[in-house]
């Protein structure tokens, strides 16, 4: 199979190239070289690159940062899929497209009865981020049903692993951690430590995404998540025990967001029932690549 991933030199899209070029697939990489709003750009891109399946990674994706500037958030997350659509309708080689949601767009839960989130609970996004994924995944349901286009969308709720910006909780904190093992501190500043979320390995999200692509359903939306959640205090504790640290941990109002989700927990079953894809990764394994892999940087 020939692929081509927006995006593709961020963290997600590194791991999944790597999962694809195991499997055999060729390959072809788009990042910051091709403005993902501009769709002549967009048109040539995907025309030289002939793909069999998109991957549409690329996005602004930091929630907190959202807030900051929506209306980029918007531009690139909504038009950019809007033009990433329209290209593969044109390129010629009639590529499956898999487009990249969020969890984020389910918003707040305080009912637990609710939980865990199926594909059909009710959207309520809280933040500019959130709003810009449900905005684009109107767009994969209108090219679906307006032009036969075999595309589908991925809600992945929280992953992590190894070379993850420390714009996120979990490489933040094992950062913070080897940061003050090297220069002798005793604490640490944290955010909102209460908030719980489901995590999964980002090279067990990558292998979802690579399944989907092949036994997906066009316009149907599939969930990427593990099914448990966990309180981002356990996910510290976890990594200070891996550390060998005794760190006092420090909430920093600045690093809390103005609009927090407190729980997220998702049902895979839809996924599953497709791929009979399940996570293999534990979260001790993963939370020790991320702890090894900060160890390894000079930062």
Request: overall charge negative; aromatic content about 6%.
């Amino acid at each position: 199979m020939r692929s081509l991933i927006t995006g593709g030199r961020g963290f997600v899209g590194q791991w999944l190239a790597a999962h694809l070029r195991s499997l055999g697939d060729e390959v072809v990489v788009i990042d910051l070289e091709v403005d993902v709003t501009d769709p002549a750009a967009v048109l040539a891109a995907l025309t030289a690159a002939a793909p069999d399946a998109v991957y549409h990674l690329a996005a602004m994706t930091h929630v907190g940062e959202s807030w900051d500037d929506p209306l980029k958030v918007l531009e690139v997350n909504v038009l950019g899929t809007a033009v990433l659509l329209a290209a593969a309708r044109q390129c010629g080689s009639d590529p499956r497209v898999l487009v990249t949601s969020s969890a984020e767009v389910y918003g707040a839960v305080t009912d637990p009865s609710k939980l865990p989130l199926r594909e059909d609970s009710p959207t309520a996004p809280l933040t500019p981020y959130a709003a810009s994924k449900l905005a684009a995944e109107a767009f994969v349901d209108q090219a679906v049903r307006g032009h036969g286009q075999h595309a589908i969308t991925v809600r992945p709720f929280n992953h992590i692993g190894p070379g993850q910006t420390p714009n996120f909780a979990v490489p933040a904190l094992a950062k913070r951690i080897v940061a003050a093992e090297r220069r002798g501190a005793d604490a640490i500043v944290v955010g909102n430590l209460s908030a719980r979320r489901d995590f999964t390995d980002v090279r067990d999200v990558v292998r979802a995404y690579r399944l989907l692509v092949e036994s997906g359903t066009p316009g149907t939306v599939y969930n990427v998540c593990s099914g448990h959640d966990v309180a981002i205090q356990e996910i510290a504790d976890q990594l200070l025990a891996l550390a060998g640290a005794s760190l006092h941990l420090e909430v920093d109002p600045a690093l809390v967001r103005p609009v927090e989700v407190p729980e997220l927990r998702g049902d895979p079953s839809r996924l599953q029932g497709v791929t009979s894809w399940k996570p293999e990764i534990p979260l001790a394994q993963t939370l020790a690549d991320v702890l090894g892999y900060w160890r390894g940087t000079a930062d």
